[in-house]
């Protein structure tokens, strides 16, 4: 009976001693895609190619500020609006609005 456990028990182990090692090696292959799409993201950043956007709705219109210099960067009354006069200002660069008063969420919406 025990020479039947012995190899259970040590075939079970090294079962879940692969698992574990193929769990780890998602893991590690998923922390270096994201840290990959980060680096993309402050190299964006720090050559102007992306601006990030403050948002705030005044008389149905959605005003856009560059939220590090506060200056005016475009309005619109819907996100197409705004994607088209932003790329008519900015042209080749990408916005992000990452900062917006409880009216303005509605251009997500739009």
């Known amino acids: 009976m025990i020479d039947f456990i012995i190899p259970v028990f040590v075939g079970v182990v090294l079962g879940v001693m692969i698992l574990q090692a193929i769990n780890i090696y998602r893991a590690w292959r998923e922390f ?22 403050e948002v705030e709705a005044v008389d149905g219109q959605f005003m856009c500020y560059n939220i590090l210099t506060k200056e005016f960067v475009c309005m619109g009354r819907n996100m197409a609006e705004v994607a088209e006069r932003f790329q008519q200002r900015y042209p080749g660069r990408e916005a992000g609005i990452v900062k917006e008063d409880p009216v303005a969420q509605q251009l997500r919406e739009a």
């Not at 270096?32 to 956007?53: A, P, R, Y």
Request: zero cysteines.
């Open 32 to 53: 270096n895609e994201t840290d990959h799409e980060v680096e993309e993201f402050v190299d964006k950043l720090d050559n102007q190619k992306i601006i990030i956007l």
